[in-house]
């Protein structure tokens, strides 16, 4: 019998592997049906849909492997950062999903949110206030007027697979959507900013380099606590205390 390993699990989900085969278990139905659509309208690979019984979705394993993870060393070339960045240029050049995504949340909104959890950082000495001025100021230049992309949302270089320098699947689609391309671009580079420039020759087109900045100082800044809470460190090596003290 094949083992069962957990993949990542905490109290809002989880994913199991057995074999070849995925198992999502996700209490909220709405992020389960988020992702199989996108799935089925995202113009690159995606994994197949083996059978989606709520609150489970299973699916079939991508070949090949991940470009690495968020505190690890990267383990794609140059070549198959280039390749992630043309797929996602082909999803965000894609016609609009019908739902907004966790990439689309509006400007007024995310710089309350940002605000917010800036005091709760300082208040309750989770990071010191000079390290949270400075991210949340650089933060200031994501909050600005974007085209609406397809956007996968919460795309880590954990969740892209390639064989050699091909691109062979995007998984974790549940907060596709509507949103700022430059949002998938700081989340895929977040931690790894050596292979910015390849991915953005891939991408094949101009990119302001500031809000992908901004971007890592954002996402760093209102993750941290979550992370704690959920069992996760974002204080190891590379993660995302690291991307916020490299903004000093």
């Known amino acids: ?32 049906d988020v992702e199989v659509e996108a799935m089925a309208l995202a113009p690159v690979p995606t994994p197949e849909v083996l059978w989606c019984k709520p609150p489970v979705l299973a699916i079939v394993a991508l070949p090949g492997t991940t470009l690495g993870r968020l505190g690890g060393p990267s383990t794609g070339s140059s070549a198959a950062w280039a390749a992630a960045g043309a797929a996602i240029r082909k999803l965000h050049d894609a016609p609009l999903p019908a739902r907004p995504g966790q990439a689309g949340r509006s400007i007024v909104a995310l710089a309350a949110e940002l ?31 974007w085209t609406p992309a397809f956007t996968h949302g919460d795309l880590q270089i954990a969740h892209v697979f390639v064989d050699g320098d091909e691109v062979t699947g995007i998984i974790d689609w549940s907060e596709a959507g509507q949103g700022d391309a430059l949002y998938d671009l700081a989340t895929f ?14 991408y094949g087109t101009d990119i302001d380099l500031d809000v992908i900045h901004a971007w890592w ?32």
């Open 217 to 248: 100082s954002l996402r760093s800044l209102l993750v941290v606590r979550w992370l704690i809470e959920h069992g996760f460190d974002p204080f190891a090596p590379g993660c995302e205390v690291d991307v916020l003290r490299s903004r000093m």
């Open 115 to 145: 605000d917010d959890e800036c005091e709760l950082l300082v208040t309750n000495g989770v990071l010191p206030a000079d390290l949270v001025t400075r991210n949340r100021r650089i933060a200031e230049a994501a909050l600005r007027p």
């Open 189 to 202: 580079t977040l931690g790894h900013e050596e292979h910015l420039d390849d991915v953005i020759a891939g």
């Open 1 to 32: 019998m094949d083992e069962v390993k957990v993949v990542v699990a905490h109290s809002e989900r989880a994913t199991l592997r057995v074999g070849d085969v995925f198992l999502k278990v996700d209490a909220d139905q709405a992020r389960i």
